[in-house]
């Protein structure tokens, strides 16, 4: 493959992986709220931090999770995303409209992080599917490696950017009640993440 043909492909992947309802749009929905469009590339920024310490992972040899790691995984993530869900919650009852310019600067970027870091299947996707596709790209060189993740990351950039400056711009038309609820609605869609991931531990035990 070429450089455009491998950044196509990251892109394609990417997206897909992207437009599937997770914790990190719900928190690229949320952030939106609080500081306005530029909340979705933030968010991204976060999950890209999040993907570069597992891509020099996977550079550096380690290709797959040990099954046995896989309760343990669920297990953290379900619970950062309980407490980031609950912090949502709390936030949201005294939440108010107002431009975020010049506040949370670090806010969705670490949330982005999170988010990313507490799914489970963050992990599953690059230790597996994307894993291969990183060194098949590695393959090609050093080229082929950044053509494959900046398509990969282009995609997420190009999704998460659309959602937050769709949201900010219903934002002008939010009373506060439907403000806080929707925040309120962002912050129990979290906890259910939390709660179903921690729910795989006994799954996995029970199929063991």
């Known amino acids: 493959m070429n450089f455009l043909e491998l950044a196509m492909m990251g892109f394609l992947i990417g997206l897909t992986g992207a437009l ?3 914790p990190t749009l719900i928190a690229t929905i949320q952030s939106a709220l609080h500081v306005g469009w530029s909340g979705g590339p933030r968010v991204t920024f976060g999950h ?10 996977i550079a550096a040899g380690i290709s797959s999770i040990p099954d046995s790691a896989g309760p343990a995984i669920a297990g953290i993530g379900g619970i950062a995303l309980l407490v980031f869900g609950a912090m949502t919650l709390l936030g949201a009852r005294e939440a108010e409209i107002v431009s975020g310019s010049n506040k949370g600067k ?15 299947y963050f992990w599953i996707w690059w230790f597996t599917v994307g894993g291969a596709l990183l060194l098949s790209s590695l393959s ?19 999704w998460f950017t659309l959602v937050s400056v769709g949201i900010y711009r219903s934002r002008t038309v939010l009373g506060t ?7 309120v609605l962002c912050g129990i869609i979290l906890m259910i993440f939390g709660l179903w ?5 006994n799954l996995s035990f029970t199929v063991e």
Do not use: C, K, M
């Open 197 to 201: 991931f921690i729910s795989q531990i």
């Open 48 to 57: 890209i931090i999040a993907e570069l310490g597992v891509i020099v992972i």
């Open 140 to 158: 090609q060189g050093l080229f082929g490696l950044f053509a494959f993740i900046a398509g990969h990351w282009a995609a997420d950039l190009a």
């Open 20 to 22: 599937t309802p997770g």
């Open 106 to 120: 670090t806010g969705p970027v670490i949330a982005g992080l999170v988010t990313s870091v507490s799914n489970p």
């Open 177 to 183: 009640s439907l403000y806080r609820g929707i925040l």
